[in-house]
């Protein structure tokens, strides 16, 4: 039930864009995007619910395609600071966790 | 911040001794997590509480328990670490933001068993 991502590493010079992938073989309600600095936890940045929304924080933003079960991350006139592992959490209906399944995470290194 | 405290933060430990990993929340959070994270593995649910005394299993549950006797608390225990235990733990809640209702992290444990 873990979600794919790809690619798995990509280094960036400031200033150029990214996306990143999402890809699930399951039906998802939700899909959470985090960021991760080495050493500390991951952080929230953004929920896409079902219904093909496009969200936005800072350059950063994200869509979601329920019928294709993915969602790609996108990140435009990176800077430095966006240096980090990003991890898709998707949420799959009737679970009673209410928990997420994590990818295993996309390393993005921004240089100058 | 969501308001959730582990301890320790660190610790190194010999194998088959028992561990305890302590969670503690401040916001009456009905759902709490425990997370491990592997490199290439990702993050993945060790065990999950949805209520006091009301806890179960995820997807890499074997060699650990857990217990929730008081809304706040969330305890991880180790019966007898073994080396593929090594790892960081996060422990995490379920909450509304502003953005919506997702997961929030812990700071993280990390373990490492010799």
């Known amino acids: 039930q873990q979600p794919v991502q790809s690619p798995q590493a990509v280094i960036l010079r400031e200033g150029e864009d990214a996306v990143i992938n999402c890809s699930s073989s399951?039906?998802?309600?939700?899909v959470h995007w985090y960021r991760q600095k080495h050493g500390e936890a991951p952080v929230f940045l953004m929920i896409?619910?079902?219904?093909?929304e496009q969200k936005g924080h800072e350059k950063i933003s994200a869509s979601f395609n329920e019928k294709k079960q993915q969602s790609s991350l996108y990140l435009t006139a990176s800077q430095l600071s966006y240096s980090g592992t990003y991890f898709c959490?998707?949420?799959?209906?009737?679970?009673?966790?209410?928990?997420?399944?994590f990818g295993t995470g996309t390393r993005l290194t921004v240089i100058p | 911040d969501a308001g959730i405290t582990q301890s320790p933060r660190h610790k190194v430990t010999e194998t088959g001794t028992p561990v305890t990993l302590r969670c503690h929340q401040t916001?009456?959070?009905?759902?709490m997590y425990w997370y491990r994270q592997d490199p290439g593995h990702g993050l993945r649910l060790i065990h999950y509480?949805?209520?006091?005394?009301?806890?179960d299993k995820g997807e890499v549950s074997d060699g650990y328990s857990v217990s929730r006797s008081k809304t706040e608390d969330f305890l991880l225990t180790l019966e007898s670490a073994t080396s593929s235990q090594t790892s960081v733990y996060f422990c995490?809640?379920?909450?509304?933001?502003?953005?919506?209702?997702?997961?929030?992290f812990g700071e993280g444990s990390w373990l490492t068993v010799v």
């Open positions: 995490a809640i379920r909450a509304q933001g502003h953005s919506g209702n997702t997961i929030y």
């Open positions: 399951k039906a998802l309600y939700s």
């Open positions: 896409l619910l079902k219904g093909g």
């Open positions: 959490g998707t949420e799959i209906p009737q679970t009673g966790a209410n928990n997420l399944f």
């Open positions: 916001e009456n959070h009905r759902y």
């Open positions: 509480s949805y209520g006091v005394k009301d806890t």
